[in-house]
């Protein structure tokens, strides 16, 4: 069984910075797919940002602006943003895809950018 535990959210303004971790625990596999999806409100979760040992893809609309790090050590991941925008409002969510296609996901973390 995959545990997944975010935090690093919080409010922060235009222009602003915030880092979020996902500790992992359970079975983790480096090979495999760690990272980040959002949900604003009255919209579908999307895919912000992934890594495995293979490739990094992030979402068009965070290009050159995120950054997303894996600590195969320690089982975290982290996304580190950078000039934030009032439209990276919404709660991130921790994502991770086993060998056998099974996703797991955490809590979420409320990230609110607003003056």
């Not at 919080?10 to 079975?27: E, H, I, M």
Request: charged share 15%.
């Amino acid at each position: 069984q995959v545990q997944l535990v975010e935090s690093g959210g919080g409010l922060v303004q235009p222009g602003g910075s915030l880092r979020l971790s996902c500790a992992a625990s359970g079975t983790i596999l480096n090979i495999n797919p760690m990272g980040w999806y959002r949900q604003a409100p009255g919209k579908e979760r999307e895919l912000v940002a992934i890594t495995s040992s293979h490739t990094t893809n992030y979402a068009d609309s965070v290009k050159g602006r995120f950054t997303i790090s894996r600590d195969s050590v320690k089982n975290t991941v982290y996304l580190q943003m950078n000039s934030l925008k009032p439209k990276d409002t919404a709660v991130y969510y921790c994502n991770y895809v086993t060998s056998f296609r099974r996703q797991y996901w955490g809590q979420g973390t409320q990230v609110t950018v607003s003056s």
